[in-house]
C-alpha cells in the first residue's frame, strides 16, 4: 500500500461525480409523461412501483440518466399531488422524495451542492414540461 493510499479514506462505492453533465431532458420529459400518465389513472400504487423499480434501475446502474429519470419522476407525482393534503402522508411527500433523491445523488457524488443544484433543474424542466398539461 502506498503512502497516498494510506491517506485517504476508504469508500465502498467511488463515486462517479457526473452530476456536472447536462440535463437528460430526454429522460426527464418521459418521466414526467409517465407520471401524468399513471396520475390520472388514479392508481397510487402504480405510482410507488414505478417509483421503486426506477430506484432499483438506477441502483443496479448508477449514471445521471437514471438519477435524472427518476428524480424527474418522484418530482412529478409530489407537484401533481401538490393539491391533495392527503399526498404529504404518503411516499411522495416533498420531504420523503427529497431525503430519496439526495441519498440517490451521494452515490453519483460527494458534492451536495452539486446535488442540490440538479435536483433544482430537475424541479424546474418537470415544471415547465407538466404545467403546460394542467388544466388552470
Known sequence: MTASQQDSPARSVTPLDDLQEPLSDSAIDRSAADALKLYQ???PASLAGYSRGCE???RNH???VWFDACTAFDESVVLLQSRDPAA???PF???AVTSR???AAGILSDDSLA???R???IRSRVEIVLLSKLPQ
Open 41 to 43: 389513472g388514479s392508481n
Open 56 to 58: 432499483a434501475q438506477f
Open 62 to 64: 448508477p449514471d445521471v
Open 88 to 90: 404529504d402522508s404518503g
Open 93 to 95: 411527500n416533498p420531504a
Open 101 to 103: 433523491e439526495m441519498g
Open 115 to 117: 446535488a442540490d443544484s
Open 119 to 121: 435536483l433544482r433543474q
